[in-house]
């Protein structure tokens, strides 16, 4: 198996055109990418999660749509809807589709909207298809939901439920730039904005591809059993945790850390990449029991902790 790494390495580099650091978001979207998978992205607002999105798929040549969750937004307002259309006295009805039909869609906000219209979303991740009425579109592949969430702010928010957050392959956070990162990034937006002209580096069937070669990077049998016993550990550690993950996050790791050694340039699967893909997997998956949550622990912190113990 060749290294994809030029090409990774050429994403990176024209996306930095745009958005100033944010590496470790940009990889970690692309390993969702490459798993055929959705992500959940929290961070703070204006920290780039829309623009890193919205470059990323224009350098893949992606139809790219935006949802603004809002208290008010209804499952047709993403779906689409019948509209009457009158032709020659003639009344019929025609699909109108909706913002889902794209490749890579971006729910801004998603615990801003309902239960009934963020279940909405959740055929079209897991099934790439749209129900409305009797009648079913297939989604165009790619096809991917990335999600965005405020944890500030929870007023008026309705939490993703533990089943709907598990669709989610990864829960990537988004952190505040380095001093040097915030010089580069009011440089560049505060003062004459000159835009960007980004090379086309990828299309849908490279993306294709690619996802195809991902499932095909092998792994060694210790490697593979130590990253179960991990998912294993946050049932069993009733210590720390009082709900562990499920089998999605056992497929999760091992897709994940195949994709991100595709990335880095490896035909194989290192100890690290399990590492480093089980807090972004494992996050979103955990309950912390009392005593963890009386202590202050995070669930990246019950996550160390695992990996610690699971040598």
């Known amino acids: 198996m060749k290294s994809y790494k030029h090409i990774f390495d050429a994403v990176f580099k024209e996306i930095e055109k745009v ?30 999660k829309t623009l890193a999105v919205k470059t990323l798929a224009d350098l893949m040549s992606l139809k790219f749509s935006r949802i603004q969750s809002t208290p008010d937004l209804m499952p ?3 779906t689409g809807t019948y509209i009457i259309e009158e032709t020659s006295g003639k009344r019929t009805f025609k699909f109108q ?22 279940s909405a979303l959740l055929e079209a991740m897991q099934e790439k298809q749209v129900t409305v ?5 297939k989604l165009d592949l790619p096809f991917f939901v990335l999600a965005t969430m405020n944890p500030i702010e929870q007023e008026g928010t309705y939490p993703l439920p533990e089943a709907q957050a598990d669709r989610f392959l990864l829960k990537i956070k988004v952190g505040y730039p380095s001093f040097e990162e915030e010089k580069e990034i009011t440089n560049r937006y505060a003062s004459v904005f ?10 849908k069937n490279h993306l294709l591809s690619l996802q195809t070669l991902t499932r095909q990077v092998p792994i060694a049998n210790d490697i593979k059993n130590r990253a179960l016993k991990i998912i294993t550990a946050t049932r069993t550690n009733k210590d720390v945790i009082h709900y562990g993950a ?25 100890n690290e990449d399990i590492n480093d893909m089980a807090y972004p ?5 955990i309950i912390l029991n009392f005593e963890a949550e009386r202590k202050g622990m995070s669930t990246d912190d019950a996550v160390k902790h695992i990996l610690d113990k699971v040598r």
């Open 281 to 285: 997997i494992l996050r979103h998956r």
């Open 194 to 203: 000159r835009e960007q002209r980004l090379k086309t580096l990828l299309n």
């Open 246 to 270: 499920s089998p999605r996050a056992s497929i999760g790791i091992l897709l994940a850390a195949k994709a991100r050694a595709l990335i880095r340039g490896r035909n194989y699967v290192s």
């Open 76 to 78: 047709s307002d993403i």
């Open 97 to 118: 589709p909706g913002p889902i039909f794209a490749n890579i869609v971006l729910a801004d906000e998603i615990n801003r909207a309902t239960p009934k219209t963020q």
């Open 19 to 48: 958005v100033v650091g944010q590496t470790d978001v940009i990889e970690q979207i692309l390993i969702a990418n490459l798993c055929d998978a959705n992500a959940l992205l929290e961070g703070y607002p204006g920290l780039a």
């Open 133 to 137: 009425g009797n009648q079913t579109f």
